[in-house]
């Protein structure tokens, strides 16, 4: 409802009388501050759901940023289903299942670290929780350098140099372009993440981390959590669509 | 005697350019796209001098291109889509939510230096030579065929986007959970609520924009065969892509606008806003159905007619929130004590041309009138209509408006009233004649015509120098005022909202203490909204 109903009375009459005041002022109040609040919020609520909200909306802009990718890779997989699925066959299922596991339990760790933070738990605690993080994420991109190597030497990058020993060249060369751009924008992603992870335990190394303030622990959680589900969408879109491929056929 | 004001807090290039303050971002700002705008202003004088005659004798048909295309780039990317929200906006929003700053101020700052790297790079694609694509790089032609600078210019356009995302981000999260004490959603200007539906585009049309323009130069530096034919992918899914976030890109333009003429047409009427609900969800209302009528641009591109029907209604839906504004703007001058000092020229300026605009994108909306007119100097005059007519106008209204209570300074009234005058009939002679040129079938994007469609061109390149003198006016009486305005009140218009008690310029920290809100920030004379549930 409008407020000027509700507040009619407050019609200041002619014009240029002295503005009516929409706002008192209310002196900051003295309590004692946390030293990590900045200066322009309220208080530590109101900051940690502050970024907490900026990072879901940042989440957000990843998914539509991805979402160009999935649309393409939705209407090309119509164009051409065969040739989708010879093209996935070539892929290396184990990989990308050792992958998926290694993924999920990094964002095990993840949560645990943030729990720790929460918590209040030892810094060596919540750094244990975040290297272990790390570790996972750098083997994923490790598997990742080994099968992005063993497609160079098959002649399976996209550009001049593309080899297809299949039926279906030019699909397949379509399938391996959204299979790099979407991959290689995950990895990115990826090597994002740890830069962030480095930066968090260094920081909850010092000890900065507790009960009271767990804010970028918590963002940089999200933001892996959100890395390791777009992988679980890659996964199964990429790799598995092959399965049966010349089976039925 | 007093707090100091944001523009005394510090001195020297440093407290700028490391500032964490949003008025002062906000004055970057202002300064970044008012050079952009001049840059992309005399790439349309190149332009129109060209279109002087029918033939082609100044400029040849490849530096003609790569003229309209920067000009294209340079305005939308650089110009009208930061303009409001990012100087205004950034401005006004916190002050208006009772708010001492941004949620991020630092990611605020880092949003302006993202501008401006993007910025760098499209100015390198100009200097090594130019992008000859059209602001719209459709596929094939930018990713097989063009020999210019597409990749440099697709990044500079990919670069600025992150911008953009982090300033709508910000905004979104200021506007949730920076509001002061009693201040509701509904106490909120209708600025505020433009700018929440803008930052929703924002965010969730920008990164398809990243993602499409970065494919376009995975294809042409990686050689990836996303959009290429002779693999069999779709240049026309480039163009949905392209289109779902440029068509919402428009609104990203427009919305911030209606913003500004909400909050005029009120304080210049003594009234308040006709149907504030209304007017509210009509932005939230433009802003989701824009993001359903892309395809209206693909008409003639090999869509699917039942996709086109669909695409058409929709479109024709958008007129609906659209003219409610438009209906309750009125509504609220109606009877109003209106004052026609220089905001409201401005404002009466921008109900008249987003009118004509806005009906005009009926008959492109229409499919079968469409064919007629696609790709025609009528598209070009509609678009203008709304970018120009509406968006610039608004812009300037607004920054007329709150000129005083950012530089604490009073501007030439006098001035103001004749450069409003001469933007208006400088429009109108510049882009009238060319929905008429379009008509008769003068195709966008040649350097040369057939003889009889000169009057029409000739009038319109005398429009944009009417119109390039009312630019360039409020650029040297607004510059001027800064040094040697006569100081402003704390509310020069008598008007109503927070940020008119806070003193010009506002000290850096906007409010001593937290706010506490009572009522709603609309005071004038309540509108007779008696009847309406």
């Known amino acids: 409802m409008p407020d000027s109903r509700m507040h009619a009375e407050h019609y200041p009459g002619p014009l240029h009388n002295p503005p009516v005041r929409s706002a008192e002022v209310q002196r900051s109040a003295s309590h004692a501050h946390h030293p990590k609040l900045q200066h322009h919020f309220d208080d530590m609520d109101q900051q940690l759901e502050a970024s907490t909200l900026g990072m879901w909306v940042f989440l957000v802009t990843e998914i539509m940023f991805f979402g160009g990718l999935f649309m393409a890779y939705l209407m090309y997989r119509w164009a051409n289903p065969t040739a989708f699925q010879e093209a996935s066959a070539h892929l290396n299922k184990f990989w990308g299942a050792v992958n998926t596991i290694v993924l999920i339990v990094s964002s095990l760790t993840m949560a645990m670290a943030v729990r720790s933070a929460q ?118 879109l990429l790799y598995l669509i092959g399965a049966h491929y010349g089976a039925g056929h | 005697m007093e707090t100091p004001s944001y523009l005394n807090d510090g001195h020297g290039l440093k407290s700028w350019l490391l500032t964490k303050d949003h008025k002062r971002i906000a004055l970057l700002y202002l300064a970044s796209v008012t050079a952009f705008f001049v840059v992309g202003g005399l790439f349309a004088m190149l332009i129109r001098l060209e279109l002087l005659t029918p033939a082609g004798d100044l400029l040849t048909s490849e530096t003609y291109n790569k003229m309209f295309t920067m000009h294209g780039v340079v305005m939308v990317f650089f110009f009208l889509i930061p303009s409001i929200p990012a100087v205004l906006g950034n401005f006004f929003i916190p002050i208006m939510v009772g708010a001492k700053d ?190 359903l009528v892309w395809g209206h641009h693909l008409f003639i591109a090999g869509q699917s007619v039942y996709a086109g029907l669909i695409f058409s209604f929709i479109s024709f839906l958008v007129a609906i929130p659209s003219a409610i504004k ?53 598209v070009v005059a509609h678009f203008h209509y709304i970018m120009v007519g509406g968006a610039i106008m608004g812009y300037l209204g607004g920054l007329h408006y709150w000129w005083p209570k950012m530089t604490g300074r009073l501007y030439s009234e006098f001035w103001a009233k004749i450069a409003a005058g001469l933007v208006f009939i400088g429009f109108n002679l510049t882009f009238f004649p060319q929905f008429v040129a379009g008509y008769l079938g003068m195709p966008r994007r040649y350097h040369e015509y057939p003889p009889e469609l000169q009057v029409w061109n000739v009038m319109s390149s005398a429009g944009a120098s009417i119109l390039a003198v009312g630019y ?61 549930a």
């Not at chain 1, 497609?151 to 399976?156: C, E, T």
């Not at chain 1, 372009?177 to 962030?196: D, E």
């Open chain 1, 119 to 236: 918590t209040s738990a030892r810094p060596r605690t919540q750094v244990a929780w975040l290297l272990a993080t790390m570790s996972f994420g750098t083997a994923f991109l490790g598997v990742k350098v080994v099968e992005y190597s063993d497609k160079f030497q098959h002649h399976l990058v996209p550009g001049p140099h593309f080899q297809w020993p299949g039926q279906y060249p030019a699909g397949a060369e379509i399938f391996y372009s959204l299979y790099f751009c979407m991959t290689g924008l995950h990895a990115i992603h990826m090597i994002i993440g740890l830069g962030l992870m480095t930066v968090i335990a260094i920081m909850a190394g010092r000890g900065k981390f507790n009960g009271a303030y767990y804010t970028p622990v918590e963002i940089s959680g999200l933001y892996w959590h959100f890395v390791d589900i777009v992988w679980i969408f890659l996964f199964p």
């Open chain 2, 472 to 532: 360039a006016l409020p650029l040297m009486y607004l510059t001027y005022s800064m040094f040697a305005g006569v100081r402003s009140s704390a509310d020069p218009w008598g008007a109503k909202g927070l940020e008119w008690e806070v003193p010009s310029p506002p000290p850096t920290a906007n409010f001593e203490g937290t706010p506490i809100v009572t009522h709603g920030t609309h005071q004038y004379a309540p509108s007779k909204e008696v009847g309406i």
């Open chain 2, 102 to 291: 941004l949620a991020f101020p630092r990611i605020n700052l880092i949003s302006w230096y993202i501008y401006i790297l993007g910025g760098l790079f499209t100015f390198a694609a100009a200097l090594s030579g130019g992008v000859d694509t059209g602001w719209t790089f459709y596929t094939p032609y930018s990713t097989a065929a063009a020999n210019s600078h597409v990749v440099l210019a697709a990044l500079g356009v990919f670069i600025t986007g992150f911008s953009s995302i982090l300033t709508g981000l910000n905004f979104i999260v200021t506007i949730h959970r920076m509001r002061a004490p009693g201040m509701t959603w509904f106490r909120l200007p209708l600025f505020v609520w433009s700018h929440y539906a803008t930052s929703l585009i924002m965010i969730l049309g920008t990164p398809v924009i990243a993602i499409t323009v970065l494919l376009v130069a995975a294809e042409r530096v990686l050689h990836m065969g996303i959009f290429d034919p002779a693999l069999g992918g779709d240049p026309v899914l480039f163009q949905h892509l392209f289109w779902f976030y440029s068509h919402p890109a428009v609104y990203i333009m427009i919305l911030p606008a209606m913003g500004v003429i909400s909050e005029i047409v009120q304080t210049f009427s003594r009234k308040n806003i006709f149907g504030y609900s209304f007017v509210a969800f009509s932005s939230l209302a433009i802003a989701i159905i824009g993001f």
């Open chain 2, 326 to 378: 438009v209906f309750n703007w009125t509504a609220t001058i109606y009877r109003g004590s209106v004052a026609l000092d220089s905001p409201m020229l401005y404002a009466f300026g921008f109900i008249g041309l987003f009118t004509i605009g806005g009906l005009t994108g009926l008959f492109l909306a229409a499919m079968g009138l469409d064919i007629h007119v696609h790709d025609t100097y009528f």
